[in-house]
């Protein structure tokens, strides 16, 4: 399904997501789904996000509420039509960035699990991928990889990736405003430093 199309959001300030707790509620793939959807479309009614993630609307409801309880998103009333209301559902802020403590123990387990979620998803992505007649593995066009490298990478290596990465990501946020019919694509990376020296 294509998602409605909306305006360009100015860029508004990041919404740092510290709390463990809030961190662990995101350990839900569905959960994610809904963050990762309002996101990247900007505010959705819960039929929309019913219609997207093809979820019934009382089960998007339930986790919803849970996210708002949490700040992780806000319910807001509109008027679609005369005299009709409607509920939509937007992030308190973009990009949403979870903050990583290392020196807290209830961090880095809440992190370990919305991490584990992530890779279910991409994994869920990938299948479907797979069987996707859209998908291209080759070429300036190629929407469908997966790839595990290892290297020994310099202070200067790692800035790079580092940099090109951060540009990824800018690209990916930055399209998804675009209200051009462009097609849907998921990416998911982990970048991890290998046996102690």
């Not at 789904?33 to 993630?53: E, H, M, N």
């Not at 019934?56 to 009709?84: Q, S």
């Not at 994994?123 to 479907?128: E, I, P, T």
């Amino acid at each position: 399904m294509r998602m409605p199309r909306k305006h360009k959001q100015p860029p508004g300030p990041a919404f740092v997501i510290k709390d463990a707790r809030q961190i662990r509620l995101l350990g839900s793939p569905l959960r994610q789904a809904l963050i990762d959807t309002i996101v990247s479309s900007g505010p959705c009614s819960v039929g929309t996000l019913s219609q997207v993630l093809g979820r019934p609307m009382d089960r998007l409801y339930y986790h919803l509420r849970v996210l708002e309880k949490a700040g992780l998103v806000i319910a807001r009333n509109v008027r679609p039509g005369v005299g009709r209301r409607d509920t939509e559902f937007d992030v308190p802020g973009r990009p949403m960035r979870l903050q990583y403590d290392l020196r807290n123990t209830a961090n880095k387990r809440a992190l370990s699990e919305v991490v584990r979620s992530i890779w279910r998803a991409a994994q869920a992505d990938f299948a479907r991928g797979l069987d996707n007649p859209r998908a291209v593995a080759s070429g300036s066009g190629r929407n469908l990889w997966a790839a595990r490298e290892q290297g020994r990478l310099s202070a200067r290596d790692l800035a790079a990736v580092n940099q090109h990465l951060q540009d990824i990501l800018r690209i990916i946020r930055d399209a998804r405003d675009s209200s051009a019919p462009n097609r849907l694509l998921h990416f998911t990376f982990s970048l991890s430093p290998g046996e102690p020296e």
